[in-house]
């Protein structure tokens, strides 16, 4: 049975997704190359000083990786605390299905 504590690891993944600049910043990042402040900002609404904002909490959610290269800062996505989120979710929603299969057999009954 999957408890609440086993996705523990997972929320601050969860809370820094919750905002649609950030999962904006993740797309960008997805395809797997560095990228700069300008070129996440190119496009978006916001300063770079706003991207570096929301950068920062991708970064303390284990997110993003930076890299200082030379007067830039470069940010590659680390796709693993991705990975087990969504392997959390996963498990949650097979544990709903089996909660939901046991529901319906029981109001069919």
């Not at 950030?22 to 000083?49: M, N, P």
């Not at 904002?53 to 800062?73: D, F, N, P, W, Y």
């Amino acid at each position: 049975m999957l408890k609440a504590s086993d996705g523990i690891e997972s929320a601050p993944v969860f809370s820094a997704l919750g905002d649609v600049t950030r999962l904006e910043l993740v797309s960008r990042l997805s395809d797997g190359q560095q990228h700069s402040i300008t070129e996440l900002a190119d496009g978006l609404k916001l300063t770079r000083q706003g991207v570096t904002k929301h950068l920062r909490v991708l970064k303390q959610a284990g997110i993003v990786h930076s890299k200082r290269t030379g007067r830039e800062t470069r940010f590659t996505i680390k796709p693993d605390p991705i990975s087990k989120a969504r392997d959390f979710l996963t498990r949650a929603s097979l544990q709903w299905d089996k909660n939901i299969g046991r529901l319906k057999a029981f109001v069919e009954e």
